[in-house]
Nanobody, 125 residues
Framework: QLQLVESGGGLVQPGGSLRLSCVVSGFTLDYYAIGWFRQAPGKEREGVSCISSSGGRTNYADSVKGRFTISRDNAKNTVYLQINSLKPEDTAVYYC??????????????????WGQGTQVTVSS
C-alpha cells in the first residue's frame, strides 16, 4: 500500500528552523516527483516546493524562496524540507505528496496522486 508519512513539525520561534521529513513506503521514489504543500487555517492549500524524481530539478513558491530547501534521498525513500528563518505566516499543516512523472521535472500544479496526513508547523514567540 502506498503511504507517505510526514514528521518534524513542531512549535518554533520566529527566525528558527525545522527540517521536515517525508518517508514513503509501498513504492519506489524513482518515478515520482515529490511536492510539499501547506494549508493554514481558513486558507487554501498552497504549493511550497517540489523536487523531480532524480532530484535534479526543484521549484519553490516565491514566498519561500531563499528560506526553504527541498532534497531527497531515494535510497532512504525520504524527502526533506529544510525550513529556515521561519515566520509566523509559515504556520500551517505541511503535507507531502507524490506525482507519477514520465519526465525529469516537477510541477506544483500537477495532480498529485498520493498524500500524507500532514505535520503541524507553528511559528510563534
Amino acid at each position: 500500500q502506498l503511504q507517505l508519512v510526514e514528521s518534524g513539525g513542531g512549535l518554533v520561534q520566529p527566525g528558527g528552523s525545522l527540517r521536515l521529513s517525508c518517508v514513503v513506503s509501498g513504492f519506489t521514489l524513482d518515478y515520482y516527483a515529490i511536492g510539499w504543500f501547506r494549508q493554514a487555517p481558513g486558507k487554501e492549500r498552497e504549493g511550497v516546493s517540489c523536487i523531480s524524481s532524480s532530484g535534479g530539478r526543484t521549484n519553490y513558491a516565491d514566498s519561500v524562496k531563499g528560506r526553504f530547501t527541498i532534497s531527497r534521498d531515494n535510497a532512504k525513500n525520504t524527502v526533506y524540507l529544510q525550513i529556515n528563518s521561519l515566520k509566523p505566516e509559515d504556520t500551517a499543516v505541511y503535507y507531502c505528496a507524490a506525482d507519477r512523472r514520465y519526465d525529469s521535472s516537477c510541477n506544483l500544479y500537477s495532480k498529485y496522486e498520493y498524500w500524507g496526513q500532514g505535520t503541524q508547523v507553528t511559528v510563534s514567540s
